[in-house]
T-cell receptor, first 113, second 112 residues
Framework: EAQVTQNPRYLITVTGKKLTVTCSQN?????MSWYRQDPGLGLRQIYY???????DKGDVPEGYKVSRKEKRNFPLILESPSPNQTSLYFC????????????FGDGTRLSIL | DQQVKQNSPSLSVQEGRISILNCDYT??????FLWYKKYPAEGPTFLIS?????DKNEDGRFTVFLNKSAKHLSLHIVPSQPGDSAVYFC???????????FGKGTRLSVIA
């Protein structure tokens, strides 16, 4: 089954404790991206990757890091999480960037106390 | 500065009737528009898209209309079904390697 898998689905943690949210896709897609969804703000892009070893900032990259060492994986790293990063996070992928719809994972709800 | 606006946070429609969800945008460089549907505890799923060279695209019960001069697009669902109850996001992309910009979403409730 074609899918984008995020882990964990839920996490409660404390300020400053480094965490990684993993994202994996099995569709051989070149393009992957991370979004956060906040009440009243819709979905905002954090980082995206056009291909392996190619990443770029989205609209709200502050406080986040990403890496793309393999085509299928695109982890999101919070080196020193803060409460304002409490949010619902989605990973997405598409065959290529541009004019192709993205497939989304089911989301990761992060709570940072 | 909100480039993609969905001004109706929620909409209720009776089963069998037409649902019309609206979206306005401000960036004249947007040339590709999409609608996504989102159920609780799931990620958004792609519904339908339209390129700026068209003014209408239809897929079964779903039709998207684009009015470039008004910078407005709408999603029509006919007939509406209870399973259509979800949050609908409008999204747009500008020419080139640019991020997809989403609206805040409209929650559609289809009442049986």
């Amino acid at each position: 089954e074609a899918q984008v898998t995020q882990n964990p689905r839920y996490l409660i943690t404390v300020t400053g404790k480094k965490l990684t949210v993993t994202c994996s896709q099995n569709m051989n897609h070149e393009y992957m991206s991370w979004y956060r969804q906040d009440p009243g703000l819709g979905l905002r892009q954090i980082y995206y990757s056009m291909n392996v070893e190619v990443t770029d900032k989205g609209d709200v990259p502050e406080g986040y890091k990403v890496s793309r060492k393999e085509k299928r994986n695109f982890p999101l790293i919070l080196e020193s999480p803060s409460p304002n990063q409490t949010s619902l996070y989605f990973c997405a992928s598409s065959p290529q960037g541009g004019y192709q719809p993205q497939h989304f994972g089911d989301g990761t709800r992060l709570s940072i106390l | 500065d909100q480039q993609v606006k969905q001004n109706s946070p929620s909409l209720s429609v009776q089963e069998g009737r037409i649902s019309i969800l609206n979206c306005d945008y401000t960036n004249s460089m947007f040339d590709y528009f999409l609608w996504y549907k989102k159920y609780p505890a799931e990620g958004p799923t792609f519904l339908i898209s339209i390129s700026s060279i068209k003014d209408k695209n239809e897929d079964g019960r779903f039709t998207v209309f684009l009015n470039k001069s008004a910078k407005h697009l709408s999603l029509h669902i006919v007939p509406s079904q209870p399973g259509d109850s979800a949050v609908y996001f409008c999204a747009a992309r500008a020419i080139g390697n640019t991020p997809l910009v989403f609206g805040k979403g409209t929650r559609l409730s289809v009442i049986a």
